[in-house]
């Protein structure tokens, strides 16, 4: 079975008309028709049925096409990546990032990437989940960098990394000298937290729920400097990713357990568009970049 094989079953199915399907991959006719055969015979398994008015999928070739389709798109986008890596690409990346991953992760794979790829001009958005979905629907985002969708089926996530969520405290907090601390022990301690918009709130809540935790929430605050700030000035910790904290920061992050709070980071696409070879850079340039910052 050969590549060419492949993508002409492809332009086939989708048109369903020989002469169509012959332009569209620049062949003749009979050489359409007679590399078709050629499939036909090495799977011993007819994939189109023919008449004189019609062309139409059998049940063995509707169950071959988006397998068909998944695999081209793989091998197109390992083509794209080579040829990414062995020159220069020009043109605009645009990202939509969590807050976590916008403090240290995305900036140094930006500027790694630049220095690669100097014709390239990156914006960089940090946005909810909600929005970041909504974006790439909209084509205002190429991808984004979050924690994984639950109901988005439009959408293409790639796992990065498992980000542990832990207790960001003062040193001189009563919890900073622990090596953990249990869910339940905050129960009734003044905190300061995410809204309850955002996902990583939610997962905390499920973490309270599940240890039967009630803390005293006495503000709220939709940004990471915002909230470290809050926690150098009331004393009441947050938690979020031990990503949040800048390598120069003199808060404390302790661990958490019973249950220890987690999330998935990945990259999030459109599953209604092929990926450009600048997305596709990019991102096995962050796979790279998140590996090492995190010791995988």
């Not at 078709?36 to 070739?61: C, H, M, P, W």
């Not at 960098?145 to 001189?172: G, H, K, N, S, W």
């Amino acid at each position: 079975m050969e590549l060419r094989h492949l993508r002409y079953f492809v332009a086939l199915a989708e048109r369903l008309n020989f002469t169509a399907a012959a332009e569209q991959v620049h062949v003749t006719q009979p050489t359409l028709s007679h590399q078709i055969k050629q499939l036909e015979n090495e799977l011993d398994l007819a994939l189109f049925e023919r008449n004189e008015r019609r062309v139409s999928l059998t049940a063995a070739g509707m169950l071959f096409l988006p397998r068909v389709i998944e695999a081209l798109r793989v091998l197109d986008g390992g083509t794209a990546l080579l040829k990414a890596s062995t020159g220069s690409l020009t043109g605009h990346l645009r990202i939509a990032t969590s807050q976590t991953f916008n403090i240290v992760i995305v900036p140094r794979t930006v500027l790694l990437f630049r220095q690669q790829h100097e014709g390239v001009r990156v914006t960089i958005e940090e946005l909810t989940l909600a929005d970041m979905t909504q974006s790439l629907r909209d084509g205002d985002m190429d991808l984004a960098i979050a924690y994984q969708p639950t109901e988005d089926r439009d959408m293409e996530f790639e796992p990065l990394c498992d980000e542990e969520l832990v207790l960001v405290t003062r040193t001189d907090h009563v919890l900073a000298r622990r090596k953990r601390v249990r869910m339940i022990e905050l129960h009734g301690r003044d905190m300061v937290m995410l809204p309850q918009r955002f996902k990583t709130r939610q997962i905390i809540e499920e973490a309270f729920a599940s240890a039967g935790t009630v803390p005293n929430v006495i503000i709220e605050s939709g940004t990471i400097p915002s909230l470290l700030t809050l926690v150098r000035e009331t004393h009441a910790p947050t938690i979020l990713s031990r990503h949040a904290l800048p390598p120069d920061s003199t808060l404390k992050a302790v661990p958490l357990e019973s249950p220890r709070p987690t999330r998935t980071t990945g990259l999030i696409y459109s599953s209604g568009r092929p990926r450009t070879p600048i997305e596709t850079a990019f991102g096995a340039l962050l796979r790279k970049v998140a590996a090492s910052h995190v010791g995988l």
